[in-house]
């Protein structure tokens, strides 16, 4: 469900999207329903998993360890010593893409 998230640009609306569908399944998995009112935090307890808003820190870290270890002269890297500060922002409103 999160292959790739260490490269998401994620928001509060995704994060949100994501931890909603867990606890759907978690639900499922203890044959739970909405109905029976039973709290996230007992669920997971019962199942043993870990928020998946930490999974995705964790990947998200995980990822930058990697980027941090490569050689400076790697494209990736040379992103870090650019300057935006010198670029304006257009006026209007944004173009359709």
Sequence with gaps: MIYGAE???AKKKHTNKINVAEMRMLRWMCGYTRKDRMR???IRKKVGVAP???KLR???L???GHLNRRPIEAPIRKIELLNFAH???GRGR???T
Excluded: A, H, L, T
Aim: proline share 10%; aromatic share 20%; net charge positive.
């Design 40 to 42: 996230n935090e007992y």
């Design 94 to 96: 944004p173009k359709k």
């Design 7 to 9: 490269c998401w640009p």
């Design 62 to 64: 995980r990822w930058f």
């Design 87 to 89: 670029v304006q922002k």
């Design 58 to 60: 964790e990947s998200r």
């Design 52 to 54: 998946i808003e930490d």
